[in-house]
């Protein structure tokens, strides 16, 4: 399968900073990948799907302002959580599509805002 | 919006036992995928079904697709401690690359 890589694996911050996460397709181009966040014991729920070269696309609910996505290239996606507070602690993670739709997901990053 | 149900939520059983999650969706969906994720870990692509009624296996694992193409399930034969972790599935939402997960199920396989 695919090589998704993700960073940083671990990050605890304090109220009020930003925190930036990148996420990498290594072995092959994604033209989409996506951002989730999954609570302890719970599913994954998407955040927002990162497109290369365009805005990204958020779910209803999450504030584009808060979680900044960049896809800066067919590689390269990144998630910064702005203003982070307590609540935005959770595990992060990102996921490329390859041509059949099959999703390759990074390792995920745990944030913990104190 | 769609929404995609697995039971059970949980399953423990004993190393040797057969093991299945079932998998609901409330809409017809054009595939449905299997994700395992190990405790502490990253979902990790299994499979994808395509087509009505479409079987597959991979080695003790049986994947179906229902003929109404809405639902699904995983079958495990012989239970290994290496099974355990939290079974999805996730079919296509809107546009073709996105995903919905289902609810997963949780195994917990012991000696």
């Known amino acids: 399968g695919a090589v998704v890589s993700q960073h940083p694996s671990r990050v605890i911050c304090k109220s009020g900073t930003s925190v930036k996460i990148e996420c990498r397709s290594l072995?092959?181009?994604?033209?989409?990948m996506f951002w989730y966040r999954q609570f302890p014991k719970q599913s994954l729920m998407l955040m927002a799907t990162?497109?290369?070269?365009?805005?990204?696309?958020?779910e209803q609910g999450v504030e584009k302002d808060k979680f900044l996505i960049n896809h800066a290239s067919l590689t390269l996606s990144t998630l910064t959580v702005t203003s982070a507070h307590p609540e935005d602690s959770s595990f992060y993670i990102c996921?490329?599509?390859?041509?059949?739709?099959?999703?390759?997901f990074g390792p995920g990053t745990r944030l913990t805002v104190t | 919006g769609q929404q995609v149900m697995q039971i059970p939520q949980y399953q423990h059983v004993q190393e040797g036992e057969d093991f299945t999650t079932y998998c609901n969706s409330s809409?017809?969906?054009?595939?449905i995928q299997w994700y395992k994720q190990r405790p502490g870990g990253h979902p990790v692509f299994l499979i994808q079904?395509?087509?009505?009624?479409e079987v597959k296996k991979q080695k003790r694992l049986t994947f179906q697709f229902g003929e109404a193409k809405k639902n699904s399930s995983l079958h495990i034969t012989a239970t290994q401690t290496t099974d355990v972790g939290t079974y999805f599935c996730?079919?296509?939402?809107?546009?073709?690359?996105?995903?919905?997960f289902g609810t997963g199920t949780r195994l917990q396989v012991t000696l």
């Open positions: 996921s490329a599509s390859n041509q059949f739709n099959e999703q390759y």
């Open positions: 072995d092959f181009q994604a033209t989409t």
């Open positions: 990162s497109n290369e070269g365009s805005k990204a696309t958020y």
């Open positions: 809409t017809t969906l054009s595939n």
């Open positions: 079904l395509v087509k009505s009624g």
């Open positions: 996730a079919g296509p939402t809107g546009t073709a690359s996105k995903l919905t």
